[in-house]
Each structure stands twice: as structure tokens, then as C-alpha cells.
């Protein structure tokens, strides 16, 4: 890859008041925080926080609960609108604009590092699974339901039974982490959420490099990824590993790129360690140290080297922890269910309803649906790496990426979260591509928001309620944005003629 020539940039005078839109954000963030203490997920065995008078009220009082609802649909929409509004802000993004976007990140992430989990309770199952690494038990085959008090710390009971997915860099992180507190919920959370901020770190160190590199104007790349709301509230308020998995892989990708393979590879290593699907990257970054202008023997001759260098890492960590490639088996714990806003599992979902109102197997039908869309997605990543040119290569991997998650039946939000780095830094044009963007990111805050609620089993309204209740607000407020702010609604509706700056042609 070669640099392009900069862009020149407006001057800082062109910058429209960015700091009422951090503010703004913060108080969104804030809000959230709020919204956590009454409807974030809470162990059962955080006594602690459970006596607290205000989270008493919050949780098990209905007037608290339906506040607590009321305040995370708001906040989640109002950094929406805090992160579009950012963008319009910061004018022409030139060297001014970066620390008004680190500020950004920072201060809609702060309230983040303090609430309660949202959205999801995977780091409670990844107590649980350290656990299972301290008992001596293989977490390959044996699933957290052997940990006596797994109901306790708030684990669901949904993968109980199943085996972990993930790599034995993140097993070694999940039994240190339990190792270090003891298993007490409440402070493993926080050194997850260390780790989590870890890998946010990383990202925001490497995009602006990346997409340095590809010309593309490193302070919008920030914004669209790093202060991104979708991206914040996946890697810290949820807590999720993939906030480090991505943030070790575009380090690895960074250092090949820049003639440093052997660094890359390792850093790629590290990420598939964590979650395997990270995989994708080595192809990619066999042809950056193969070089441009590479026949087809050194090609293969650099693909194998750099898949034995991997795959020996991952050998040794396998002898390491005794498990060998024990996670390969598991990989499918986490794709065998579909979900109706996924294009492939939407159209299963049709056929199959079709093909059983006619007497047929209609899910059948809808499993080889799901099985051929995943053949394609194997058809498009062979198609990008065996392309002869050597142009675009971090963009072909994008495409690559994109095609895993989309032709998937199932599609969770922080899948996306995986794939706007390496659009962002390779150039989201100012069209349809970034209010593609827009729409994807609302969407998903809409769906996060009246999702996973931690609601009281006890009140007298459900918990099918309580979510009615976030998506109508949610909703409410998305149509808002799209349709009645005089400042927003131009985001979704312009029609774009002149290319932004530091973008694709």
C-alpha cells in the first residue's frame, strides 16, 4: 500500500461549537449509566450493590424499573444524535478536529467504564469460564453448568451446557482475571471492562494510521469508528472480548502493512486467540509480505509461511494450557441460530414458514438456505484473496470480513462493530455508503436498548413490557432523528454531489 498525498484541510475557524455536542453526548452516556443501575444486568450474588438504597428502588420498585427504562432509551438516542451532530461539527477534519474526537471517545466512554453491564451478559458467562479453567476442567468440552453457583453469578443459562468458543489467549485472561478476585462478580467486571478498554485503545491508536496510510483523512476514520455509539457501547458497556480481538488485529494488520510481518502476524495471532474468526486476516497478510508484483509461487510460498508461523503459535498454546485445538470443535456454538433482521435468516425464516403451511420440512428448507449463503460467503473470501492484482488489500479484506457476517443467519450488533474500522479507514464515502452507516448504527441502538433488559421477574408488567416500553421511546425518538430534527434529518435525506475530503474516489 503507498500513502496518497494529504488533503488540505480548512482552518480551525470552520469548527461549529464541537463541545455542545460532547457535552450533550456525555449526558446521553450519563443517562445510560443511570439506566444500568435499574435495568443492567446484575449478579445475584453482588450483595453489595443489591442493598444500595437507590438501586433498590430502581430495580425492585415498578415506578423505578420503567424510570430506568425511560432514561437508557433516551441517553442511548441522544449519543446517536451527539455522535451525528459531532460529525457535523467538525468541518473539513483537519488536524484541529483529532482532539475534539479523542475528547469524544473519552468522555462518552467514562460513564460507560462505571455501569452495571448493558445489552448483554457475556461477561458473566466469562466468569463462569474461568471458573471452569480454575476447577482444571476443559472448557472445550465441559460447559460453565459444572460450576456449582453459575445461576449465582449471573451466567446465562441459554450456553450453559455448550463450549466456549473462544481461544486460549482469552482463557488465560478469563482465569486470571477470576484468579485475581476470587470470582466476585462485581470486581471481575471491572478487569474485564479494563481489558475491554484495552482494546479500544488499541483501535484508536492504529485507525488514524491505517487509514493514514490509504490517504484517507485519519480524523473522520477516528469519528466514524471510535466515537462511534454502536462501537462504544459493544466493546465497553457490554463488556464483549471482541472490543480486544479487533483492537490486537488492526494493530497486526497496521505492522504488516508497514513491512513489520513477523510483528503482524503475531498480534493477529494473539486476536485469533481470543475469537478465531480473526483467522481472515492471515491470507490477507500473507499477500502485504509477499509484496506487489508477486508471482503466484511466492504468494503460496508467503501464505504458507504465514499460516504455519500462526498456526505454530497456536500450536504452543495449545500445548501450553493442554487443550490443544480443542476450541475448532466449538466454533459452531455461536452460528447455530438465526435471528429475523439477518437478510439470510429473514429469508429462512420465510421459506421455512412457507414450506411448513404446505406440509413440508420448511426449516429443512431454511438450514440449507443458511448452508449455501455460507458457501457463498467462502466463494467471495476466495475470490478477494485470489485476486491477481495486489491493490486494496485491507479493503478486499473488508469485503472478505463483510461477507462472513452478512451471509450469516445470525447477525449481532458488535459483528458490525468488526467491519467499520476497515471500511472506515480504507474510505466511507460521503453518499449512501455513510448513511448506510447512519441507519445501521440507529438501528442496532434501537434493537440494544429493547433487547436484553434485566427486569424484576416479580413486577406485575413483563418483561415483554419493559422492552415495548424502551422501543417505543427508542423508536420515538430514532423517527425524530430522521424525520423532525432540523439539524439530523439532512444526514438521511441530502442528496451528495462533491466527494468529502480524504475520501474514495
Known sequence: MTAQVPVTEPSASRLQRPNVAIIQGFAGSMLMWLGSLGVGWLSLASTELRRNPVIIWLRFEPEGAVFSVLV???????????????????????????????????????????????????????IAQGQVMIAGLNPYRDGYSQISNYLQIGADDLWAQSPTPYGPVFLWIEEGVVRITGGQPDFSIALFRVVAVLGVALCVYFIPRLADLHGIN??????????????????????????????LALAGLYLAATRRPLWGIILITASVGIKPITLIFLPFVGLMWAGKGASWPR??????????????????????????????????????????????????????????????????FANAIHTLARLGSLVIIALEIFRGDHSRLVRRLAVAFAAIV???????????????????????????????????????????ISDQLDIFPYFEFSLMAARQIAAVCALGFGFYLVFLDRSTKVLFRRRFHKRAPGQLH
Not at 451532530?85 to 462518552?108: D, H, I, M, Y
Not at 479507514?425 to 440507529?442: C, E, H, M, P
Request: hydrophobic share 60%; aromatic share 16%; charged share 10%.
Open 72 to 126: 437508557l432509551a433516551i441517553g442511548g438516542m441522544l449519543l446517536v444524535r451527539s455522535w451525528l451532530r459531532l460529525g457535523q461539527r467538525l468541518r473539513g477534519w483537519g488536524p484541529e478536529t483529532r482532539p475534539f474526537v479523542l475528547k469524544a471517545v473519552a468522555a462518552w466512554a467514562a460513564p460507560m467504564c462505571l455501569a452495571l453491564p448493558l445489552f448483554s451478559r457475556d461477561v458473566f458467562a466469562y
Open 218 to 247: 485519519a480524523n473522520r476514520a477516528l469519528w466514524l469508528t471510535a466515537a462511534n455509539p454502536l462501537f462504544l457501547i459493544n466493546f465497553i458497556a457490554a463488556i464483549h472480548n471482541d472490543s480486544l480481538m479487533i483492537g
Open 299 to 364: 504468494k503460496f510460498l508467503f501464505w504458507g509461511i504465514t499460516a504455519g508461523l500462526s498456526l505454530g503459535l497456536l500450536w504452543v498454546m495449545g500445548m501450553i494450557n493442554g487443550f490443544g485445538f480443542g476450541w475448532v470443535g466449538a466454533l459452531s456454538t455461536p452460528g447455530s441460530v438465526w435471528i429475523w433482521y439477518a437478510p439470510v435468516g429473514f429469508l429462512g425464516l420465510i421459506v421455512a414458514t412457507l414450506g411448513n403451511a404446505v406440509g413440508l420440512d420448511g426449516w429443512g
Open 406 to 448: 452478512l451471509l450469516s443467519p445470525m447477525i449481532q450488533s458488535w459483528y458490525v462493530v468488526w467491519l467499520i474500522p476497515l471500511f472506515a479507514v480504507t474510505g466511507i464515502r460521503n453518499d449512501w455508503q455513510v448513511k448506510a452507516l447512519y441507519f445501521t448504527v440507529s438501528f442496532f441502538m434501537v434493537y440494544a
